[in-house]
């Protein structure tokens, strides 16, 4: 039964989440809510891992909270609900491309997308922030970060590095 209940679930996360893989966390934050899966402190834990590893952070998080729910089955099938929606979509898209990319409806409907997934994105930024700025060393962090991040235009591997090197020597 969890096993249709994730592929459900990450299939509608799939098909909704517009944007690329930062639009998946609202929808995770709401799975947290409805089903005893993972926390949302086990959430952020999640984001960092997907953050720092290979691949795509919306599939990883999928395949993080699957197998958090229901082992390497729930992680099979959470990560197959995701994709296949958008597997989907391109296989079609790709066939109609010439035909639709021009059109009026097709490039309102893109351009309308972009604040909601702006929306959405911001919305996940402030959720982690909530549950990830506990203190002044934190917050401070976050500060420093975004500044660096910012004016120094490094690969985004280097700044989770360097962040984990220092929750580490600050015991954060």
């Known amino acids: 039964m969890i ?19 930062l639009v998946t966390v609202p929808f995770l934050f ?3 809510e409805t089903y005893p899966w993972y926390t949302a402190e086990e959430l952020v834990n999640m984001i960092a891992v997907a953050e720092s590893s290979p691949g795509p952070i919306g599939v990883n ?3 993080y909270a699957g197998f958090k729910a229901a082992g390497i089955g729930g ?3 959470a990560t197959i609900g995701l994709v296949l929606p958008s597997v989907i979509i391109i296989v079609l898209i790709a066939a109609f491309w010439d035909k639709i990319k021009q059109t009026k409806v097709f490039q309102n409907l893109m351009y309308g997308a972009r604040p909601a997934v702006l929306a959405l994105i911001l919305n996940a930024g ?3 922030g909530e549950l990830s700025l506990n203190d002044i060393k934190t917050t401070g962090l976050c ?3 975004l500044g660096a991040i910012h004016f120094i235009k ?5 700044y989770i590095l360097v962040g ?3 929750g580490l020597v600050l015991k954060l």
Request: aromatic content about 12%; hydrophobic content about 65%; charged content about 5%.
């Open 126 to 128: 402030i959720k982690l």
């Open 143 to 145: 500060i420093i970060f």
């Open 3 to 21: 096993y249709g209940i994730l592929f459900f679930e990450f299939c509608k996360i799939g098909l909704l989440a517009l944007g690329g893989g």
């Open 164 to 166: 984990g090197i220092l």
């Open 154 to 158: 490094l690969h985004p591997v280097i």
């Open 75 to 77: 992680a099979a099938m």
């Open 30 to 32: 709401a799975l947290c």
């Open 61 to 63: 998080m999928a395949t």
